[in-house]
Nanobody, 114 residues
Framework: DVQLQASGGGLVQPGGSLRLSCVAS????????MIWVRQAPGKGPECVSA????????LYADSVKGRFTTSRDNARKTLHLQMDNLKPEDTALYYC???????WGQGTLVTVSS
């Protein structure tokens, strides 16, 4: 099956860290640029990061720049999002997706609260 499976969300205190993972199957992962998108309660979706197929170039939204790092392991067909210095405003459902939006993971919930 062609799918993306995201994991790694949870409850963390402000200032803490989480690492999200997204495992791809059913397509040639290394050829596809990937993104992480989040949607906070009552807000529209926000693309927080993008990374090219080779994992060389990554881009970030201003809201997460300097705190989030995206990476990929093409041998394991896995995309990662390392989130450090988390803030309450980072609370959201986080989705991995192909850059064209044709394929989405199921979302993993990140809650930042004391």
């Amino acid at each position: 099956d062609v799918q993306l499976q995201a994991s790694g969300g949870g409850l963390v205190q402000p200032g803490g860290s989480l690492r999200l993972s997204c495992v791809a199957s059913g397509f040639t992962f290394e050829n596809i640029d990937m993104i992480w998108v989040r949607q906070a309660p009552g807000k529209g979706p926000e693309c927080v990061s993008a990374i090219n197929g080779g994992g060389i170039t990554a881009l970030y939204a201003d809201s997460v720049k300097g705190r989030f790092t995206t990476s990929r392991d093409n041998a394991r067909k896995t995309l990662h999002l390392q989130m450090d210095n988390l803030k309450p405003e980072d609370t959201a459902l986080y989705y991995c997706a192909t850059i064209g939006g044709s394929l989405w993971g199921q979302g993993t919930l990140v809650t930042v609260s004391s």
